[in-house]
């Protein structure tokens, strides 16, 4: 019995294991079971993070490209900002350069509105003569008649300069009468006997305002007469043109002057005109020398004037061959009238010079004398003492109209040689009147 009952108990012990046994065997399978889905899911978890890491390293990469899309953006608005910046300076300074330009352009349309407006007046002063207003202004002639007359009188002048009795032109203005006195430029009013300046047109002014002479400040000597020994040595001396040159030459090496002007002096001494002889030739050559503005006329004078026989000598074949120049050369263009003539000089004398020239006395001047066809301003640059010299035409052949033989053309000048004798007829308070007796050559 207790052997069954062990046995029993064995196999109720038995039983209890087997299940006990089926029941771990149960639980190990669903265990299994558990640990098989476990792995799946670890398996699919573990995909999935493989998935995710590629899908972070793709999200990581378009971060990166991102971030560089952003830094070149950002650098592109830099760029762009910095370009802003630089065009509106470049605006700025685009306006200003316009601003300048619209100042240039309204600058130069004033400058050209000014040109044209001086074009105008010049082209104005071209064509009409003025006349002096009240305030001492000068106010246009707008008459075309008047302006007309007034210009053929000037050429009326011109052909006969020497002419004493120069046209005279009558016409109202600002509702008065004047007479205009061509050779002198001025307009008178017979009422009230007023005198005012006149001025031609432009393209006249240098025919009525002749250039000064160039020895009109040297003062000629006033002399009874020419020395004795001063005549006979201009009378003998060898004027023909080797004497001449040789004197010319010797002289400028002596006292150093230029000798430019006598290679140009021997060159006109060789070359004229069609149909001109050697005479001609070589006394035109003569006085063009003399007009030169250089030391020959200056250096003829004064040892003229100081009457230095030692010095006069040097230079006597020239001296001589002037003065044969003066009677000899033609000046037909002077002589075309038998009316008196007038020739002008102005000097500035004191008084105790001018106290010398008494009426009816005869002198000499002893050198060469220059006069003008023209009269010359009193005290204004060209002397205060004006000398009226009346020839004929008997005695204007003792003088040379030089302007076709001059260096200095437009300058009218007549020549009087020296030793030429003159006696005053008239004397006033700024004018003496003269008229050539003869001449001592």
Not at 171 to 200: E, G, K
Request: charged letters at 25%; aromatic letters at 8%; hydrophobic letters at 30%.
């Amino acid at each position: 019995r207790k052997l069954k009952e062990e046995y029993n108990s064995l196999q109720n012990s038995q039983s209890r294991t087997e299940h006990s046994l089926s029941l771990e065997r149960q639980n190990t399978t669903v265990l299994q079971q558990e640990n098989n889905r476990l792995k799946e899911e670890i398996t699919r978890l573990t995909q999935d993070n493989t998935v995710a890491n590629e899908h972070c390293k793709s999200l990581q990469a378009e971060m990166r490209q991102l971030s560089e899309k952003h830094q070149q953006l950002q650098s592109s608005y830099e760029s762009v900002r910095q370009a802003e910046l630089d065009t509106r300076k470049l605006w700025n300074v685009a306006k200003e350069q316009q601003h300048a330009a619209e100042q240039r352009e309204t600058a130069l349309q004033e400058d050209i509105q000014i040109l044209k407006e001086e074009n105008a007046k010049q082209e104005q002063e071209r064509k009409q003569w003025c006349y002096e207003n009240d305030d001492g202004e000068y106010t246009f002639i707008t008459d075309p008649d008047i302006n007309q007359q007034l210009t053929a009188g000037f050429q009326q002048l011109q052909n006969d300069p020497y002419t004493n009795n120069p046209p005279i032109v009558t016409y109202t203005n600002a509702n008065c009468t004047y007479t205009a006195d061509i050779r002198n430029l001025q307009q008178r009013n017979p009422t009230t006997h007023s005198v005012r300046s006149l001025r031609p047109p432009h393209d006249l002014q240098r025919y009525y305002v002749p250039p000064p002479l160039r020895c009109r400040g040297s003062i000629p000597s006033f002399k009874d007469a020419l020395s004795s020994t001063l005549v006979a040595e201009l009378k003998n001396a060898n004027k023909d043109k080797q004497s001449v040159q040789g004197c010319l030459s010797n002289w400028a090496q002596e006292y150093g002057q230029a000798t430019g002007i006598l290679s140009d002096f021997y060159h006109r001494c060789q070359v004229g005109g069609p149909g001109d002889n050697e005479e001609h030739v070589f006394l035109s050559a003569v006085v063009w020398l003399y007009t030169y503005d250089g030391w020959v006329f200056k250096a003829v004078n004064q040892i003229l004037r100081v009457e230095d026989c030692h010095q006069i000598q040097k230079l006597a074949p020239y001296i001589a061959a002037l003065i044969h120049a003066i009677k000899k050369l033609p000046s037909a263009s002077l002589c075309n009238s038998t009316t008196r003539k007038t020739l002008f000089r102005n000097m500035d004398l004191k008084p105790p010079d001018i106290d010398k020239y008494q009426v009816g006395k005869a002198f000499v001047w002893n050198s060469f004398t220059s006069t003008a066809c023209f009269p010359q301003p009193i005290n204004s640059g060209f002397g205060s003492t004006r000398f009226e010299i009346e020839v004929d035409d008997c005695t204007l052949k003792e003088t040379l109209f030089a302007e076709a033989y001059s260096a200095m053309r437009g300058e009218y000048e007549v020549l009087v040689p020296v030793g030429t004798y003159f006696q005053v007829v008239e004397k006033g308070a700024n004018l003496i009147k003269l008229k050539i007796l003869h001449c001592a050559f």
